[in-house]
Every structure is written in structure tokens, then in C-alpha cells.
């Protein structure tokens, strides 16, 4: 099987004390089932003002919004309610979700391209709309004339940022907003319409880590804000959406070894890592490993807070000052809509240990009372490794709250596997090493899932109830409380 590979989650004070308390979450599985969601709202208030803390940094003001998209939880969205932030509503369930859990309008976005409903509560209600294409900002307007409602503050939503001067620096196509190219278009409109909708400003959102394709994205939207402020509009805003990211391990090196050890594996050059060779995106092409790694960077030593400090601090690419200073110069407020990163370090999924088995290669599968997308770490790249709370009684495992055990020498290959009646329920599709073989009734727990995987992929296959969702925390006196997701307001403890 070859030598133990270890992917430690990091864990920051408030999850590894829960982790450090496996009779707590013993108790908390009984009474409420496997699997089990536990969400830490007081973690995202802490997030919302390390955020803030970066804009006071460069002298800027605007506005945070939660991607509620990130985590469907009750208890984070009031949580967040009961701060300063805003939130972004990629539905109209989103949106409604929100405005019940004590967002005003004016504190919610309404994102990402939207059917008749949405757009309508969205109008009704007053909440800001990203306006995804010129047709979208047409029907916005029929709206608001045929309701009679008041005029709707728009961001418009730009893509394919392209930057001239014979430099290929290209951003990735998107299948949302409004080419940047064709923006002259949409400023027609919210010229000719003025009378239904204000032009707050522009916005964008792009799927990379890469900072130098968000500097060109950033320095274009302030280009188009100047040219709607020649035209005689008022915007002020440029919002740069998410995808700050968050850093999933503790040790950077692991996270170098274990993908050069995948790369070997892949090439047949050390005995498998993963199910039947699975090869996370890599393939053997006569000796040589092709294809690309489909995996996020799960230690990444720039993330969250930090990376907004790192994109604000990097010089504007062709206007030369920091980006930061771009957006200081123009009086423009800058709004992000960070997800993953907003709860960083706000959640942990558990499940029961039902069954071990052996397979014939001398790895075992550990099947869990859950399904694979109860937990969907795997469909969404992140790799880290679960903990493995044993039942009291069941024997040491050997382990700190890192799961990494003292005893390296003693850990043993599992794969996880859930309980649908598929052979591709895989709850993990690498071995991961535990620092013992678990029994049955003991817990493993999974840190920092409240970023998309807890229920963005989850299902009702076979009649299974949802995973619940509780809330936990600790009083000021030290005590611990917990309560149902759906219960859950700010006034708990
Ligand atoms: C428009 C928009 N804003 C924000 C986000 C949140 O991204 P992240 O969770 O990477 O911060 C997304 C994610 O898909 C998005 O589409």
C-alpha cells in the first residue's frame, strides 16, 4: 500500500475545541441521526470583520455580501443578518430566505441570471439587482413601469475582460454577464430608462485564483465607470464578487508530496492512491501523465481576507498605482460577494461508522451512515483528511485534533463509502489513513464543509431524510449550546 500519505485539515480555535470534545458530538449524533451538519455562526460574524479589517487597511468602504449559495444554513444567513454584512441571492429562495432572516432589501444582491419570480421579488422588494444581459435589464425595466415601483438599483455584471496593447492577457470566457466589448449597449439603456432603474456600477465574479486576471477585471470596471460618469451617470460602486478562497491544510508540504505521489501513482511508479486508479483529473499516456489535476488547491498560503489584502496591494495593470488606490482616486466603493471564504472554518459534517470491511488488496472500506453527497468534498476537489472520533469505550484513536495520530506507523489505508446501492457512492475515491481501523458506532468527522459541501450537491435518493443542520456554540461562560439550524436565531444561546 505504501507509505501513509496525511492531508491535515487546518483547524483554527473554535472547531478544533468541538473536534477536542467527541462526547459532545457522540451525543449530538445520537440525538439527532447521521450524518449531521454542525454550523458555527459566531465564526462568520469573525470572518465579516476580518474582511473589514483588510478594507480599513486600504482606506476603502463598501460592502461584504455573503454568496448564500455557499451554504444553505438558517443559522449562518441570521447570523449574518445580526452583522453588517450584505448577502448575495443567486434565487429566489435565497432571496426570500434572506429577507426572512432580517436582511433589509437594500442589504441584498440578487445575482446570477433569473427567471420571471426572482426578478420580480427582487424589483418588489428593492433588493439591488446584478443585471446578467442586456434582455434581463430590458424585462427589469418593464417590471418596474408596469408595478409602478420605484427605480431599481442595478450593478451590471461584465465578463470577458480582454486587455489591448497587443499583450495576450485574456480572461476566461463566462457563461454570465455581459462581455466587457459590448457594455456600450447596456449603458444605452440605463441611460435611455433612467427613470426606472440607477446605475449603482458594474460588477464581475471569475472562477480562478489567478490575482493578475482579477487586476485586469478590476482596472477594466473602473475604465467603464469613467465612461458611464462622461455620459453624465452617477456610479460608484465596482463589485468584484468572490472566490477569495479558503486553504483547506495545515501543511502546505503534505499537500506537495501527496500530489507528486498521485502523479507517481497515476504513472504505475507506487502502488495506487485512489479506487481503481481513479486519477483526479491525470491520466498515463504511454508513460508521460497527461490531463489536469481537477482538484482545488486545498493549501493555498494566500486565501480569504488575505488574498483581498493581496489583490487591493497589486498594481492596476496598466494604470500603474495599486488597485487600491484605483478605487480610493475615484471615490468608488468596493462590494465583494465572498462564499467559500465568509465560512472558512464554520462547519463540520459527521457520520456514523455502520461497517469495515476488508478489500482484496489490503486496504478496508469503512461504509458511513451517509451518502457521498451529504459530504461532497470529492465532487468539489477538496481533499483533506477526516478525523475519526472513536465512541467512548471503543479504544484511543490514537489521534489529536488533527487526526494525525502519533503513531504513523499504525495507520491503516480506508476508503470511505456511503450507503446508496451505487458502486460509485464514494464518500472518498483516495485512501485516506486513519490512525486505526474504526469500529463500528464511532464518528468521523469532516472539518470545514460549510463551503458548498454540505448540501450543494445533497439528494433524497432512495427516500433518505436531509442531514441535519444544528448550530453549536459556546456561552461566555464556557458552556456549550446547540440548537436545530432552523431554530436558531441570533437571540440563542
Ligand atoms: C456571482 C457569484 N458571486 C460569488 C460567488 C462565490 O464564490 P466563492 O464561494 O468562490 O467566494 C459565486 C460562486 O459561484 C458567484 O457565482
Known amino acids: 500500500m505504501g507509505a501513509p500519505l496525511f492531508l491535515e485539515p487546518r483547524l483554527e480555535p473554535p472547531l478544533r475545541e468541538l473536534l477536542d470534545d467527541p462526547d459532545h458530538l457522540h451525543g449530538l449524533v445520537d440525538a439527532l441521526g447521521s450524518p449531521l451538519h454542525l454550523l458555527l455562526p459566531d465564526v462568520v460574524a469573525a470572518n465579516v470583520a476580518a474582511f473589514r479589517a483588510v478594507y480599513r487597511r486600504h482606506r476603502l468602504g463598501g ?10 444554513s438558517s443559522a449562518l444567513v441570521r447570523r449574518l443578518a445580526a452583522t453588517e454584512a450584505g448577502l448575495d441571492a443567486a434565487s429566489v429562495n435565497e432571496l426570500s430566505h434572506a429577507l426572512g432572516s432580517g436582511f433589509a432589501p437594500e442589504r441584498v444582491l440578487a445575482t446570477g441570471p433569473k ?10 422588494a428593492g433588493a439591488t439587482v446584478h443585471v446578467d444581459a442586456p434582455a434581463e435589464l430590458a424585462d427589469l425595466v418593464r417590471l418596474v413601469r408596469a408595478e409602478g415601483l420605484p427605480r431599481a438599483r442595478v450593478l451590471l455584471r461584465l465578463s470577458a475582460f480582454a486587455s489591448d496593447g497587443g499583450v495576450h492577457l485574456l480572461a476566461r470566457r463566462s457563461r454570465f454577464g455581459t462581455p466587457v466589448g459590448a457594455v456600450g449597449e447596456l449603458l444605452d439603456l440605463v441611460e435611455r430608462e ?22 485586469l477585471a478590476l482596472e477594466s470596471c473602473v475604465r ?4 458611464a460618469r462622461r455620459r453624465g451617470l452617477a456610479p460608484r460602486v465596482v463589485d468584484i464578487g468572490g ?3 479558503t486553504s483547506y491544510l495545515a501543511d502546505g508540504a503534505q499537500w506537495e508530496r501527496y500530489t507528486t505521489e498521485l502523479t507517481q501513482a497515476v504513472l504505475g511508479r507506487r502502488p495506487p492512491l ?57 471615490l468608488h466603493d468596493l462590494w465583494i460577494e465572498p462564499g467559500r471564504a465568509l465560512v472558512d472554518q464554520a462547519g463540520l459534517s459527521l457520520a456514523r461508522v455502520v461497517d469495515v470491511r476488508a478489500t482484496e488488496d489490503g486496504a478496508h472500506l469503512v461504509r458511513l451512515a451517509m451518502t457521498a453527497a451529504d459530504v461532497s468534498l470529492e465532487e468539489h476537489g477538496v481533499l483533506t483528511d477526516p478525523l475519526l472520533l ?13 487526526g494525525n495520530g502519533d503513531g504513523a506507523g499504525a495507520a491503516v489505508g480506508v476508503y470511505l463509502v456511503g450507503e446508496l446501492c451505487l458502486e460509485a457512492d464514494l464518500v472518498t475515491r483516495r485512501l485516506v489513513f486513519l490512525p486505526r481501523l474504526p469500529d463500528r458506532g464511532d464518528l468521523v468527522a469532516f472539518a470545514n464543509t460549510a463551503g458548498y459541501c454540505m448540501d450543494f450537491r445533497a439528494h433524497h435518493a432512495q427516500l433518505r431524510p436531509g442531514a441535519r443542520r444544528v448550530a453549536v456554540g459556546r456561552r461566555d461562560d464556557g458552556t456549550r449550546w446547540w440548537s436545530l439550524d432552523e431554530q436558531y436565531w441570533p437571540t440563542t444561546r
Open 390 to 402: 472513536p465512541r467512548a469505550g471503543h479504544g484511543n484513536a490514537n489521534s489529536d485534533a488533527n
Open 224 to 227: 467603464v465607470l469613467d465612461e
Open 194 to 215: 433612467a427613470d426606472a432603474v440607477e446605475l449603482l456600477g458594474v460588477a464581475y465574479h471569475l472562477d480562478t485564483t489567478d490575482l493578475n486576471e482579477k487586476a
Open 115 to 124: 427567471d420571471p419570480a426572482f426578478l420580480w421579488l427582487a424589483a418588489r
Open 63 to 72: 460592502r461584504i455580501c455573503f454568496a448564500h449559495k455557499a451554504n444553505g
Open 274 to 330: 485512489t479506487w481503481r486508479g481513479h486519477g483526479y483529473g491525470l491520466r498515463n499516456e504511454g508513460g508521460t501523465a497527461r490531463g489536469r489535476l481537477s482538484l482545488y488547491p486545498a493549501h493555498r498560503p494566500v486565501a480569504g481576507p488575505g488574498y483581498l489584502d493581496a489583490l487591493l496591494s497589486t498594481p492596476a495593470p496598466t494604470l500603474g498605482r495599486t488597485l487600491a488606490d484605483l478605487l480610493l482616486e475615484h
Open 243 to 245: 472566490g477569495f478562497g
